[in-house]
């Protein structure tokens, strides 16, 4: 038995979100997979700005909007996929997701509600919500729960 690991970040401007993204990237394995969920505006982006950064991406980092997956040659890669246009997980099945979760990347997902059918069982699940001022973001984070991983 296990207990699901939950913990609640407030953060207070772009910085510190981005500041978040760097330390949890201490905590992931190669082949982590990370849902973002949140409201346009949430920060899930400044986020995702905060693990390329970290990993040495010299690009700027933007919602992948059109071709919904930005892949970013960063050791290890930084795979960037953003659900918002696609209507359910019948749309996100096309688009090779998988391939990204056998990788050994860090694959970061953007509306990934859209899409739970097709996440591994060891994602990262991270909420994204606005506080009571502007520039206040309250983040939880959900560690995977290690027994998802073994056959039920
Ligand atoms: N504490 C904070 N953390 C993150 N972003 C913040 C914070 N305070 C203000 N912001 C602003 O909120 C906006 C967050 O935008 P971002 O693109 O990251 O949202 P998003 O969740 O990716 O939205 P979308 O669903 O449209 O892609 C940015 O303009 C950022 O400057
Ligand atoms: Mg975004």
Request: net charge negative; glycine share 8%.
């Amino acid at each position: 038995m296990s207990v699901e690991k939950k913990k609640t970040v407030v953060t207070h401007s772009p910085e510190e979100t981005r500041r978040l993204a760097t330390e949890l990237l201490r905590e992931l394995k190669p082949g982590a997979v990370l849902a973002l969920h949140g409201d346009l505006g949430a920060g899930k982006t400044c986020f995702v700005q905060g693990l390329a950064a970290a990993l040495g991406v010299q690009h700027a980092v933007n919602s992948p909007t059109f071709v919904l997956i930005h892949e970013y040659p960063s050791t290890p890669p930084l795979y960037h996929a953003d659900l918002y246009r696609i209507r359910d997980a019948d749309d996100a099945f096309g688009l090779g997701l998988e391939e990204y979760f056998k990788g050994d990347g860090i694959t970061v997902i953007e509306w990934a509600e859209r899409a739970t059918e097709i996440l591994p069982p060891e994602t990262w699940h991270l909420h994204f919500e606005v506080g009571k001022d502007l520039t206040e973001r309250i983040i939880t984070l959900e560690t995977p729960h290690p027994n998802r991983n073994s056959p039920s």
